[in-house]
């Protein structure tokens, strides 16, 4: 498995993670939903993870996947937090659009 990885050139891992970041930024900048911007924002660090794991096997140093590894804890961590306030949000307002959030100035 890892001969196959291996023979993969690393422009395609690349090409994939600009992609997945070009989404995400699009979706952050195009939709209201406060879910579907979380989902993004995960998104664009998947893309950011996997550059650091193509360029970390490229370069045979394991540390960049270790990296990755803290990476990721953190972000299920920040998933835990970032939906207990969105649902914090909606049992406020009634809405997880990003734009009626405003009325928690009221």
């Not at 979706?27 to 650091?52: F, K, P, Q, S």
């Amino acid at each position: 498995m890892n001969q196959i990885l291996n023979n993969i050139p690393v422009n395609n891992y690349v090409m994939l993670a600009v992609m997945l970041f070009s989404i995400g930024v699009f979706g952050v900048l195009i939709r209201r939903n406060t879910i579907i911007v979380l989902m993004c924002v995960e998104l664009m660090l998947n893309a950011v993870n996997l550059m650091m794991v193509a360029f970390s096997t490229m370069h045979n140093d394991p540390g960049g996947q270790v990296f990755v590894f803290f990476i990721m804890a953190v972000a299920a961590a920040e998933v835990a937090v970032g939906l207990a306030i969105v649902v914090l949000v909606y049992r406020n307002v009634r809405s997880v659009d990003i734009d009626m959030l405003s009325k928690l100035k009221d």
